[in-house]
């Protein structure tokens, strides 16, 4: 398995691509970054008092995470994608964001 980070632009394009699908409502088989396999999981958190929200992208097989913020309800957004995990990390980072 390659573990190698590809470079800069490589990642945004994936990360484009994955939000793009997403946003199709498409939210697994998404290509990762870290190993380069149709593996990634998306999932959502959502901060109600600020209307932010997170997709979190996850790797199957290497465990890669990716988080995109979105200021707004993101295209494809599914409550059923919700995630506790990343929830708790969302929260976490919008205390600190606030404080």
């Not at 470079?7 to 380069?36: D, F, H, M, T, W």
């Not at 959502?44 to 600020?50: I, K, M, P, Q």
């Not at 990343?86 to 205390?95: L, P, S, T, V, Y």
Request: contains cysteine.
């Amino acid at each position: 398995m390659n573990m190698t980070t590809p470079p800069l632009q490589a990642v945004l394009q994936i990360n484009l691509e994955n939000a793009s699908r997403v946003a199709e409502g498409k939210y697994s088989k998404l290509r990762c970054v870290g190993c380069n396999r149709d593996e990634v999981e998306a999932f959502f958190s959502v901060n109600d008092e600020t209307e932010q929200y997170g997709i979190w992208l996850e790797c199957a097989i290497c465990k890669h995470v990716e988080h995109i913020s979105c200021s707004s309800r993101p295209s494809g957004f599914s409550p059923t994608r919700l995630n506790d995990r990343f929830q708790k990390m969302d929260e976490r980072a919008w205390i600190r964001e606030n404080q």
